[in-house]
C-alpha cells in the first residue's frame, strides 16, 4: 500500500498504527488463501487420480490459474516485506507497536474496553490479566522471533519478485532465483507473520501478550484447502 510520503514511526497516532496493522493484515491474510490454494492444487496433482484427469481435461486453464496464483503470492510476499520508504510493510507495523507503548497501556485498553461495552467482570478480567509494555524493550523477544522469517523472504523472495515477475531481466536464470524456495518453510514463515499480526491485534483489544510460537494456527488454512478440493470436485464430478 503506497502512500506517498508516510509518517515516520515515531510519529503514528494510534488511529495511525491500527489502521496500517489491519492493511498488513488483510494482506498477510490474502498470501496465505493463494500459498495454500497453490499448495492444495500440488497435492491433488500428485495423489488424486481424478483431479489429475480433470487438470489435463482443460490443461490451459488449470496452467493458468497455477500460474496466476504464483505471480500473485510471490507479488504478495514482496509487500509484506517491500523496505520502500512509502509502503506499509510487517516491519513498520512492529516498529510502529514498539516506539508506542501508550498505545497499549492500562489506561489505554481501559477507554478501549469501555467502547465496547463489555461487562465489568469481563472487563476487569481483561485488565487484571492484561500485559503492558513500558518501552521498545518489551517486544525485542517478538521482534527477534519474526527477525529470522522476515530475512528468509527477504533473501529468498523478494529477488523473484523483482527480478522475475517484476522487472524480468534477458538471460536471467530463473533455475538458481527458485533454488532456495521451500514450501515448507515459507508456510512456517507465513503462519508466524499470521500469529505476529494476530498477536497485536489481540494486545490492542484484549491486552495479550503476543507470541508467534502459538501450536495449532495452521489449522486456518484448512478451509482455504477444502475451497480449493470443492471446485475440484465439482470439475471432475466425483471425489478427489
Known amino acids: 500500500m503506497k502512500l506517498g510520503k508516510m509518517t515516520p514511526t515515531n510519529e503514528l497516532t494510534e488511529d495511525g498504527w491500527i489502521t496500517q496493522l489491519k492493511h498488513i493484515g488483510g494482506q498477510v491474510t490474502r498470501v496465505l488463501d493463494v500459498f495454500n490454494f497453490l499448495e492444495e492444487l ?54 510502529g507497536a514498539m516506539g508506542h507503548p501508550e498505545f497499549f497501556s492500562k489506561e489505554a485498553l481501559r477507554m478501549r474496553l469501555l467502547k465496547r461495552k463489555l461487562t465489568d467482570s469481563l472487563a476487569d478480567h481483561l485488565l487484571e490479566n492484561a500485559w503492558f509494555p513500558v518501552s521498545a524493550e518489551d517486544f525485542k523477544p517478538l521482534k527477534g522471533a519474526v527477525s529470522l522469517h522476515l530475512r528468509r523472504i527477504e533473501k529468498n523472495y523478494l529477488p523473484i519478485r523483482g527480478s522475475y515477475y517484476g522487472h524480468r ?13 521451500n514450501s515448507t518453510e515459507l508456510g512456517e514463515s507465513l503462519d508466524t507473520l499470521r500469529q505476529l499480526v494476530g498477536g497485536l491485534h489481540f494486545l490492542y483489544d484484549n491486552g495479550a501478550k503476543p507470541m508467534v510460537d502459538v501450536k495449532g494456527t495452521k489449522a486456518f488454512d484448512l478451509m482455504s484447502r477444502r475451497c480449493v478440493r470443492d471446485v475440484v470436485r465439482a470439475v471432475a464430478g466425483r471425489e478427489v
Open 42 to 95: 500440488t497435492r491433488l496433482s500428485n495423489e488424486s487420480e481424478a483431479a489429475l484427469s480433470a487438470f489435463n481435461a482443460t490443461p490451459l486453464f488449470w496452467n493458468v490459474f497455477r500460474d496466476s496464483l504464483q505471480e500473485s503470492m510471490f507479488m504478495g510476499l514482496g509487500r509484506l516485506c517491500d523496505n520502500s520508504s512509502d509502503v506499509i510493510n510487517v516491519s513498520r507495523v512492529l516498529a
Open 169 to 181: 531481466s534477458v538471460g536471467i536464470d530463473a533455475r538458481a532465483l527458485f533454488e532456495n524456495t
